[in-house]
């Protein structure tokens, strides 16, 4: 009962996303840590030693990078447009895979990049794919765009 009188507004309210952020993925690690450590039998000190910094910079810009960029672009655009940006993950993961991993584009790939990115900005331009150069961006799709790479 005592749970249930803390109210969803009050916690939304009270809350910051980053908070919110926090907890969910603490609360992710404490269960997955054992999983990990059970299923995989990794060996952390020696992964730590030789991957600290690339580790520590992945989920700095991963977890804090993305979520500051997600909700700082809520405040200017929609959250149907920050949706249909955050659909063009896809083709920026092959885009940044090719150049940074040096990995393969095979046929797949680059069909599934075309039509991801001509589907995003088939529905951003209602149809209408001459809109891109005409029309005027706002600071949420460009952080959205920027949370994807990040």
């Known amino acids: 009962m005592g749970w249930q009188l803390l109210n969803r507004k009050y916690v939304v309210a009270e809350i910051g996303p980053l908070w919110l952020t926090f907890i969910r993925w603490s609360v992710a690690f404490l269960f997955l840590l054992p999983i990990s450590y059970f299923l995989e039998r990794p060996r952390y000190g020696e992964i730590m030693k030789q991957f600290w910094l690339p580790l520590s910079i992945t989920g700095i810009l991963g977890i804090i990078g ?14 149907m447009n920050a949706a249909i940006v955050n659909a063009l993950n896809p083709a920026v993961i092959v885009i940044l895979s090719y150049f940074l991993l040096k990995e393969r584009m095979t046929f797949v790939n680059v069909v599934g990049f075309i039509l991801s990115l001509v589907s995003v900005l088939f529905i951003l331009t209602n149809g209408h794919l001459q809109w891109i150069f005409q029309t ?10 920027i949370a994807g790479v990040v």
């Not at 993305?66 to 959250?79: H, I, K, R, V, W």
Request: net charge negative.
């Open 136 to 145: 005027s961006y706002n600071r949420g799709d460009l952080m959205m765009l």
């Open 66 to 79: 993305y979520n500051l960029l997600l909700y700082g672009a809520l405040e200017y655009t929609s959250p």
